[in-house]
Nanobody, 131 residues
Framework: QVQLVESGGGLVQAGGSLRLSCVAP??????????MGWFRQAPGKEREFVAV????????YYADSVKGRFTASRDNAKNTVYLQMNTLKPEDTAAYYC??????????????????????WGQGTQVTVSS
C-alpha cells in the first residue's frame, strides 16, 4: 500500500504564500507514472479538486478558484510533487491532500478531477489563512 506524505501546511495571513510538498516513498513508486492531484477539504464541505499534473505529458490543470495563484510541479528525481500557493485567501483554508491516480483515461487528454479517480492518498496537511 502506497502512503503519500504531505508537508508544508500552516497558518498564514491573507496575501501570503505557502508551498506544500508530497513525497511518494519507496523506489517502486514513480510519480511520473501517475496523475498527481491536489485536493482540499474544508470542514462540512466535500473534497474538491485543486490541481493535477497529468501522467501523460506532465501538463497541469487547475480549478478556476486557484488558477493564476497556485502552481503545481513535480521533481521526478525526488519523487515529489509541490503545490506553490500564492496570494492566499481565507477561503483557501482547508486540509490539503495529494493523491495519485494510475488509470489511463480515453481520450488521453482527459483530466481526472474527482476523488474517486485516484488510488492513493496522503494524510493531509492543514492550511489556515487568516484575514
Amino acid at each position: 500500500q502506497v502512503q503519500l506524505v504531505e508537508s508544508g501546511g500552516g497558518l498564514v495571513q491573507a496575501g501570503g504564500s505557502l508551498r506544500l510538498s508530497c513525497v511518494a516513498p519507496g523506489r517502486t513508486f514513480s510519480i511520473s507514472r501517475y496523475h498527481m492531484g491536489w485536493f482540499r477539504q474544508a470542514p462540512g464541505k466535500e473534497r474538491e479538486f485543486v490541481a493535477v499534473i497529468t501522467k501523460n505529458d506532465g501538463s497541469t490543470y487547475y480549478a478556476d478558484s486557484v488558477k493564476g495563484r497556485f502552481t503545481a510541479s513535480r521533481d521526478n528525481a525526488k519523487n515529489t510533487v509541490y503545490l506553490q500557493m500564492n496570494t492566499l485567501k481565507p477561503e483557501d483554508t482547508a486540509a490539503y491532500y495529494c493523491a495519485a491516480g494510475a488509470t489511463t483515461f480515453i481520450p488521453s487528454t482527459y483530466v481526472p478531477q474527482m476523488p474517486s479517480q485516484y488510488d492513493y492518498w496522503g494524510q493531509g496537511t492543514q492550511v489556515t489563512v487568516s484575514s
